[in-house]
């Protein structure tokens, strides 16, 4: 999307495209925990912050009040788009959680009996 945004034209559409994890996070020996959990804290609260966020950055965020806000050519290509609504694989990450051993299984013998 920012290569597009860049003037790229790669023609990328987010219908089809996956939406997984959360790029939201502290690691936990960073020197400045409480500066990033007050701006994600901030982020997350902060309605107009998170339209601003999604402008700035072309990333989606869990606050679905402040999808609205954005700019439309902003919240177009965004996988919590409502017109994207089922267009857009959601990954369930406590599904894989819960089924990662069993399933990894599973793909090893499909592949050896390949």
Same mark, same amino acid.
């Given at each position: 999307?920012?290569?597009?945004? &860049?003037?790229?034209? +790669?023609? @990328? /559409?987010?219908?089809? $495209? ?11 020996? $960073?020197?400045? /925990?409480?500066? &990033? @959990? ?10 107009? &912050?998170?339209?601003?966020? !999604? ?5 989606? !965020? %869990?606050?679905?009040? &402040?999808?609205? +806000? #954005?700019?439309?050519? #902003? ?6 788009? %409502? ?6 694989? +959601? ?9 990662? @051993?069993?399933?990894? /299984?599973? @793909?090893?013998?499909? /592949?050896?009996?390949?």
């Amino acid at each position: 999307m920012l290569a597009n945004w &860049a003037g790229a034209e +790669l023609g @990328f /559409q987010a219908a089809g $495209s996956a939406v997984s994890g959360n790029p939201h996070c502290v690691i936990r020996t $960073s020197a400045h /925990q409480k500066e &990033a @959990f007050q701006f994600l804290n901030y982020i997350f609260n902060a309605t107009e &912050a998170d339209a601003e966020y !999604m402008d700035l950055t072309n990333c989606a !965020m %869990p606050n679905m009040r &402040a999808l609205p +806000l #954005t700019q439309p050519a #902003t919240r177009v290509p965004l996988p919590t788009a %409502p017109e994207l609504k089922d267009k857009v694989f +959601l990954k369930d990450d406590v599904w894989w959680k819960d089924s990662l @051993f069993k399933v990894t /299984q599973r @793909f090893k013998q499909w /592949q050896l009996a390949g």
